[in-house]
């Protein structure tokens, strides 16, 4: 902050116009506290309003620009005065060296006229860079004395993704302070209203469509747990698959929209089950083939419902082939290998996986360790072992949620279903999977097992 | 592209399916000959304004281009603005790169070195010759434009330029001043006004609704496309006086920013719909409703609430009710018979309404679909001390009424009598203007 003021004594002062000065300066300003009024919910990211202060590089000069940069303290925000300073302060330095890089490259300070056009570029883009830069490094530096960047631990991988995304769209912003300054002479005042505008209402937009965003998955997840509510055990299933499935989209480095749709798949996975009838899905006993049929029809009754629903274009394929297996013996359509949809494939096994760890009426939870081996133990027949190790990676380091384990109100262990599920649970500790997953020894198909979701991917749903 | 799969799919599933947002595509396009259209208004502006067009281009290429390279960059850039366009919205079709051109190509007044000459006709025939470049790609892969709204952008660059150019010559305009900005500015405004009128009449005609609550539609949904667009073309005109021709790529690049941000709005927005259309289908499939019912009442219940003059919003937060109606279905553990809540006991409709209604306001974002659904029910009076439901609610209560009694292939008769029944409940159970807005929409189908 000190420096900041010690900056805007020290010159040059050379071509300062008092009057132009204090015109950015208060446009600058308004700006900033329209664009902290209307965006309210937009995170990160400048706001449009650093155009005005890389115009003011070019109109007013390094010294004006951090004048113009510091005033952004004055704007009505809702930020204690500590944090406005530095903020002024920043601004302030950023446009003081860009300004700078500016003079030094040749760059002119006044209203550009018609005949400096094609050579004022060069040294207003480096400016741009140079604001970009010092700007990025006071925020690094702030952020290490208040300790906020943690080095330790394998969550902090460094995302440099949506850093990148925000700077450039930054500089393409102030890219247009250049437009400012153009006009400037000419019309003065009404030329960064008319850059503005249309910045502003965009933001604006994106804004509105954050909020829609957030709309929509709420009314997602909404749905999709009333759906699940004909069956009390699978309560929150579809929100951790989706959970699962995009834990393993991101650790296969899937971009952030695949896995979003990857995500929303998941939610919707099991949504055909509704054709089903009650009482097959809550059935505990041996399933009769038609009932069995019925399980089977609910991937492609659940692609039916949501088919319409075009943005979710290749992710529907993983709603309608989730119970495929890689060796073929899956249902719908009984593809093999890598006919298997990729996205049905993550689904596959986010699915399973959730299935094991949560309570069913006629097993226990299984630990996230037992059901890993599991996976493990069945990738390669019957899941792709890439999507296996995506998920073990990204369940070491994020760790796993599993739901609390409900009892229902009437409780329905400890009678036949307790039995059963003592019994399984001997047969898979000495068989490992065998005996959990018939359809693996191939005699599912003769005799299907003994309840709708009994089992890890042949079944579960 | 939107607009194709839309249409498409809505035809797949019969013409029963437009709403607000998805709406009235099916019957868009004119059947049979021009005179014999539902739809004069449009049929008048589109024609209208091709003979200008054409004129104009006549007119033009036989007294030569003014300052051809001035009028091929515009003509180009146009081009690109309409093949980029997008639909917001409501089907709402809009180019504003193309119209922010379109736009300054009506303002300029110089390129820095002397003054430039194009008139009006000059403006007129650019425009048109760029749209049709633009839309040329379209039409080749079969994503052909919503003519009315193509129509309308040339509307505007045409009046634009009418009024403008002959101002700019008397008051000898020749480069930026305030005076230039300041009559550009009330020029742009005015001639915005006048487009969101054209559009109200069009919106009106299509949907059968009210001329005053279309305007204000039209004026709400405008308002940041047209700002956006507004100050692009007069920002672009003004500042290729400094910086040439290359101004004219450099200040579209705010308005792009727009309209990336618009687009991506108008998808989450159809998204949103799509979702909620398909989910409304869980209840069909798990057998509680018949085949289509949902989608029926929506339907219905949006031609009621068109005829009742509804504002845009309230027609969503109506079609989102009637998709969602019989959600509370869901949570009964087997399904009633035949699924027509309207023979079910009055208790038992009363709870699936509460139940639909505690499911939409979980979300936490449809306090008012929540409250339509949990009052469909009532009787007109209302219940309790709540006093009268809301009119959505009223016009559900008659579209699903209506829907279960007649069912899905109901005849020419069977309409009658269901319409007979339910007008002789108009004293306790029905709203009346409700009920005669249904017999309006059933009298057009």
């Known amino acids: 902050m000190v420096s900041a003021v010690t900056v805007m004594l020290i010159g040059p002062y050379a071509g300062l116009d008092l009057r132009t000065l204090a015109l950015i300066a208060i446009l600058f300003v308004v700006a900033e506290s329209i664009s902290t009024a209307v965006l309210t919910g937009v995170k990160a990211g400048i706001s449009p309003s650093s155009a005005v202060s890389l115009a003011a590089v070019v109109l007013v000069g390094p010294v004006g620009a951090a004048v113009v940069g510091f005033a952004s303290c004055l704007s009505i925000r809702r930020q204690n005065l500590v944090k406005r300073v530095f903020n002024g302060a ?43 830069l010092v700007n990025s490094v006071l925020i690094a530096v702030l952020m290490w004395t208040l300790g906020a960047v943690r080095s330790d631990g394998p969550r902090s991988r460094f995302h440099w993704r949506p850093l990148v995304a925000v700077e450039l769209s930054s500089m393409g912003y102030q890219m247009l302070g250049l437009a400012i300054a153009a006009v400037w002479g000419g019309v003065g005042l009404v030329a960064p209203l008319l850059v503005l505008l249309p910045l502003f209402i965009a933001r604006w937009t994106f804004a509105q469509q954050l909020n829609e965003t957030r709309a929509h998955e709420a009314t997602l997840a909404t749905l999709c747990q009333a759906v699940e509510t004909k069956d009390y055990y699978t309560r929150g299933h579809c929100m951790r698959v989706a959970e699962a499935a995009a834990m393993i989209a991101r650790e296969l480095g899937m971009p952030a929209e695949r896995v979003q749709k990857i995500r929303y798949a998941g939610m919707l996975h099991d949504i055909g089950k509704l054709g089903v009838p009650t009482k097959v899905l809550q059935k505990t006993g041996r399933l009769t083939d038609e009932e069995y049929a019925a399980i089977k029809l609910h991937p492609t009754r659940g692609y039916e419902i949501v088919r319409e629903i075009s943005f979710l274009d290749e992710a529907l394929a993983g709603i309608r082939h989730h119970h495929e297996r890689l060796d073929g013996r899956g249902y719908p359509m009984g593809l093999v290998g890598m006919e298997i949809p990729e996205s049905a494939r993550v689904i596959s096994v986010a699915d399973v996986f959730d299935c094991l760890t949560s309570t069913r009426s006629y097993r226990q939870a299984w630990s996230v360790e037992d059901a890993i081996a599991e996976l493990r133990a069945c990738a390669g027949t019957q899941f792709d072992p890439r999507m296996v190790e995506a998920l073990v990676r990204a369940v070491e380091r994020e760790g796993w949620e599993t739901p609390d384990i409900v009892e229902p109100p009437g409780g329905c262990y400890g009678s036949e279903a307790a039995e059963e599920s003592a019994a399984r649970a001997a047969a898979s500790a000495e068989g490992a999977g065998e005996a959990e997953l018939p359809a693996a020894d191939g005699h599912a198909e003769q005799e299907p097992a003994a309840s709708a979701e009994a089992v890890p991917g042949g079944r579960d749903r | 592209m939107m607009t194709q799969r839309q249409s498409d799919g809505s035809r797949a599933v019969g013409p029963a399916l437009s709403g607000p947002e998805g709406g009235a595509l099916s019957h868009q396009r004119p059947r049979g000959p021009l005179w014999r259209t539902s739809r004069p208004v449009r049929a008048v502006l589109v024609s209208s304004v091709g003979a200008v067009a054409l004129a104009a281009l006549v007119w033009t290429a036989a007294t030569g281009f003014v300052e051809p390279y001035v009028a091929l960059s515009f003509c180009l850039v146009i081009a690109a603005g309409e093949l980029a366009r997008i639909t917001l919205p409501g089907h709402r079709e809009a180019a504003p790169i193309a119209s922010a051109g379109a736009i300054s190509y009506a303002f300029l007044l110089t390129l820095g070195s002397g003054p430039l000459h194009h008139s009006a006709w000059q403006v007129v025939a650019v425009v048109a010759l760029g749209v049709a470049l633009g839309e040329l790609p379209h039409i080749a892969v079969g994503r052909s434009p919503r003519v009315e709204d193509v129509a309308r952008r040339v509307l505007v660059a045409a009046l634009l330029a009418v009024a403008f150019r002959p101002m700019a010559e008397q008051w000898d305009l020749v480069g930026p001043s305030v005076t230039a900005t300041l009559l550009m500015a009330a020029l742009v405004l005015v001639t915005w006004a006048l487009d969101a009128l054209v559009a109200a009449v069009l919106r009106a005609e299509r949907l059968r609704t009210r001329l005053g609550v279309a305007v204000r539609d039209e004026l709400r949904a ?125 208790r038992e409709q009363r709870r699936i309404a509460e139940l639909g209604s505690a499911i939409i306001r979980e979300t936490g974002v449809l306090d008012n679909v929540a409250e339509m659904v949990r009052r469909q029910c009532e009787p007109l009076a209302g219940d309790g001390d709540e006093g009268v439901p809301p009119l959505g609610s009223r016009i559900i209560k008659v579209a699903n009424a209506f829907d279960d009694l007649v069912g899905e292939n109901g005849d020419e008769e069977r309409r009658a009598a269901v319409l007979g029944r339910l007008r002789m409940d108009t004293d306790s159970e029905y709203d009346p203007r409700v009920v005669d807005a249904l017999a309006t929409v059933l009298s057009r189908l």
């Open chain 1, 90 to 132: 920043q601004f302030a330095l950023a446009a003081y060296a860009a300004g700078h890089v500016y003079l030094l490259l040749g760059g002119t300070v006044g209203e550009p006229a018609r005949e400096d056009f094609p050579a004022i570029v060069f040294p207003y883009v480096a400016a741009v860079l140079t604001h970009s």
């Open chain 2, 222 to 346: 405008q308002f940041a496309t047209g700002a956006a667009i507004g100050s692009s073309g007069v920002l672009i005109a003004l500042a290729c006086t400094v910086t040439g021709l290359a101004g004219l790529l450099v200040f579209t690049a705010p308005l792009l920013v727009s309209q990336v941000a618009f687009r991506r709005h108008a998808e989450v927005r159809r998204t949103y719909l799509e979702t909620v259309r398909a989910l409304s289908r869980v209840t069909e499939v798990g057998g509680y409703v018949e085949n289509g019912h949902s989608r029926r009442v929506s339907h219905l219940a949006h031609g009621i609430a068109c005829e009742l003059g509804l504002a845009e919003a309230e027609l969503l937060e109506l079609e989102y009710a009637a998709l969602m109606h019989d959600i509370g279905q869901l949570s009964l553990r087997e399904p009633i018979a035949g699924g027509a809540t309207v023979l079910a006991s009055p």
